[in-house]
């Protein structure tokens, strides 16, 4: 099984500032990436898959990259709706298709 | 408009039985594999079950293989778990969600709340 580590675990932005989180896979995934958000009380929702490629309806100022082992998300410019927990997921292997742990983004 | 709605979570003691369902609608349910994800209180999102288009392959995380069994109907549009010999540990909000061509999980509904507890 695939291990996939976030960091951090939790991280303290204020808004309009960036927020980059990272995501580690145990083995090489290629870009068989995506990365989730989820908020209290609601569905995760898809922002990026293929490690670089927005899902329909996300807004520009989220961005993944990376590849292999080693990705990034970025949201340049954090808005109030964007506190949340964020996961990676790899879908490489399958099954499963494991999650991180998660990267809480808090209000500095 | 995708939308996918559990429902048939509860309370029930260890040992016991509960079956969820997934209401699927506003895309062609039988072209999709599908998959159980479940988060316990306070925990990250964990991957359950899956099942391929038609039923005719599915998959359980070790934590769950023996006692859960996920199904569909692909003519009425749903996925099912059933879930038996419940633990403290399966207590957990239960999401379900489509697997996404070459994108991983990309539809997921709200949830419905397992509570395992004597």
């Known amino acids: 099984e695939i291990v996939m580590t976030q960091s951090p675990a939790t991280l303290s932005v204020s808004p309009g500032e960036r927020a980059t989180l990272s995501c580690r896979a145990s083995?090489?995934?290629?870009?068989?990436l995506a990365w989730h958000q989820k908020r209290p009380g609601q569905a995760p929702r898809l922002l990026i898959y293929?490690?670089?490629t927005r899902a329909t309806g996300i807004p520009a100022r989220f961005s993944g990259s990376g590849s292999g082992t080693e990705f990034t998300l970025t949201i340049s410019s954090l808005q109030s709706e964007d506190f949340a927990v964020y996961y990676c997921?790899?879908?490489?292997?399958?099954?499963?298709?494991?999650f991180g742990q998660g990267t809480k983004v808090e209000m500095k | 408009e995708v939308q996918l709605v559990e429902s048939g979570g509860g309370v029930v003691r260890p040992g016991g039985s509960l079956r969820l369902s997934c209401a699927a609608s506003g895309f062609t349910f039988g072209d999709y594999g599908m998959s159980w994800v479940r988060q316990a209180p306070g925990k990250g999102l964990e991957w359950v079950s899956g099942?391929?288009?038609?039923?005719?392959?599915?998959n359980y995380a070790d934590s769950v293989k023996g006692r859960f069994t996920i199904s569909r109907d692909n003519a009425k549009n749903s996925l099912y778990l059933q879930m038996n010999s419940l633990r403290d540990e399966d207590t957990a909000l239960y999401h379900c969600?489509?697997?996404?061509?070459?994108?991983?999980?990309?539809?997921w509904g709200q949830g419905t709340l397992v509570t395992v507890s004597s």
């Open positions: 099942i391929n288009w038609n039923g005719g392959s599915t």
């Open positions: 997921q790899q879908y490489n292997n399958w099954p499963p298709w494991t």
């Open positions: 083995q090489n995934i290629r870009s068989n």
């Open positions: 969600a489509r697997d996404g061509p070459e994108r991983g999980n990309d539809y």
């Open positions: 293929g490690a670089s």
